[in-house]
């Protein structure tokens, strides 16, 4: 085994964990606070991805400089999933949540096979495919945007959950509903607020998605099995978790695809073994909320 | 909804006769509605597994992992052993169920979603696998099987038909022998279940063989009624979705339930497929959320609370 070749595996590796990260940050904070399990996360993203792929057609918009939209469009999507179908069931049990959805994601799926057909699109970024070179490892522009704007976002989110009032509150509501309705925080707000900053953050990393791999309505669904293949790992709801499972995914996809012949199409089995593997030996995860 | 429910309990054997009259009809009719009344009731029996395995708490979201297992096993043993195409019900199912089995004790202490995504990730893994075995399952490609009954249209509606009937016969059967009751004090509330002396373990694998077996046979039956099984289609989320929905939308924990779900939704895709042949499955994410929101019962629980007593209230006037 080339020494080179394992430690170019693993910097990609860490880069993909970055991604991951921002892929299964608004899953994670969904089923923190409103203890909803949202099978259609990764359609949210899907949704980004078109928005990117719009914006930029029909404008001429750069990527990057489409990232504020996204985020103010998505987090328009998930507030009005909150109002249509978050809050009628907060409180219903577990399986019609899962049931409603997962309706959701179908509905979501076949919107975008209607809108934009089965085709699998691509933008095209002169500056994505340029590379740079550290040492022996060689990291393209696309990875390395990806994971920058990832990281970004994340300890953006981690700030203002730790620091800012509202954020304050969203872990308050996270911890005791009733409790924090006592003090003062209207719950209902927060609750709306935590779904469109979820569906935002998905944006996001839509838009990741639109720079670095293939669009097609069906991008979500691998993105919300990953998605629950790091949260399974991490402990649903835990940030620590997440973490450190988007690393362990991501690196072993990485690993995976460079050491296996056909590799890169083993590569998404990674997630579906995680997800068996933990379900069976250990179903509460590495960490405890 | 009793008194509406009784009525027809009294009725039940003169609507059982009606019905299998009208379920066998569209096999005289031509090729097309034998066609379509083949699809309705190859999606009943799939709507009567997912509701088998809904009655013990647990939703599955990848029920195509076991009615691909069950095509898959009727058309690698057809084509590597030359095992009868006519076997595929038998063999599936029994394949699924033995799957089952192993997977149920090691799935059982994961609850709620955890499950779900479980068996999303099986169905998801196991179209990987069946694409990568390329030995024996020719990978993307697919297998190519002789035809159920030499094409005969007529044997394979009988054999399909017979698969309902036995399906119905195993629901009937839960119910009579009480099974239904502890599978029910599971669904509500686990480990109440448990205290009460309930073998929680025995009867969610019960479920979950019975439900895995009746999607296997299913599948195997499909496998040589289309002479062709291929990973995409066998293992495809467009066949959980519908495993799911069906009963949900008809009614879930009931007999007439399931069957009602699948007869309506399967009819209402085909009209629709004619208009948005790309997207026609938006018709499934509607339905799903609308009978979460609104039909707390389903389309059985409308039909026995609101329309069965409007109806009488009418004749009670004239």
Known sequence: MNVDLLVQAVANGVLLAGFYALVTLGLNLLFGVLEITNFAHGDLIMMGAYATLWLNRLAGVDPIASIPMVFLILFGVGLAVYLLFFKPILKAPAHNQIALTFGLSVFLQSLALIAWGSDLRTLDIPYVSKTVSIGPVTLGYGRLIAFSIAAAFTLGFFAFLKWSKLGYAVRAVSQDPEAASLLGVNVNRIYALVSGLAAALGGVAGVLVAINLYIHPYVGVELTLKAFSVVILGGMGSYVGMLVASLVLGISESLVGALFPQGSGLAPGVAFAIIVLVLALKPEGLFRR | ?318
């Open chain 2, 1 to 318: 909804m009793a008194v509406a429910e009784a009525w027809l309990e009294k009725r039940a054997p003169v609507i059982w006769i009606l019905g299998m009259a009208v379920a066998l009809l569209p096999a005289f009719l031509g090729p097309y509605p034998a066609r379509l009344g083949i699809n309705v009731l190859k999606f009943i029996v799939l709507a009567i597994s997912f509701d088998i395995l809904a009655r013990a708490g647990q939703m599955s979201v990848g029920h195509a992992a076991f009615y691909g297992i069950g095509a898959y096993a009727i058309a690698m043993l057809s084509v590597h052993k030359g095992v009868p195409v006519e076997l595929g019900p038998l063999v599936g199912g029994l394949s699924a169920a033995a799957v089952a089995v192993g997977l149920g004790f090691l799935t059982l202490r994961i609850k709620g979603a955890y499950f779900s995504i479980g068996t999303l990730a099986f169905a998801e893994a196991l179209k990987v696998i069946f694409l990568y075995a390329r030995k024996y399952t020719f990978g993307a490609q697919g297998i190519g099987i002789e035809p159920l009954f030499g094409g005969n249209v007529l044997l394979s509606y009988a054999c399909i038909l017979g698969l309902v009937v036995a399906s119905a016969a195993v629901v009937r059967l839960l119910e009579v022998t009480g099974v239904n009751y502890a599978l029910a004090a599971i669904r509500e509330d686990e480990d109440a279940a448990a205290m009460l002396g309930i073998d929680t373990t025995k009867y969610k694998v019960l479920a979950f063989a019975i439900s895995a077996s009746l999607a296997g046979a299913a599948g195997g039956f499909d496998a040589g009624y289309t002479t062709y099984v291929y990973p995409y289609e066998v293992f495809s989320v467009a066949i959980s979705v519908a495993a799911m929905i069906m009963p949900i939308f008809g009614g879930l924990y009931t007999l007439s339930g399931p069957i009602m779900g699948a007869v309506s939704v399967y009819l209402a895709e085909e009209i629709l497929r004619k208009w948005i042949p790309q997207g026609y499955t938006i018709v499934y994410g509607l339905v799903l959320m609308v009978s979460i929101l609104y039909l707390p019962r389903g389309l059985r629980g409308l039909l026995l609370e609101r329309v069965a007593p409007a109806l009488r209230g009418r004749e009670g006037a004239s």
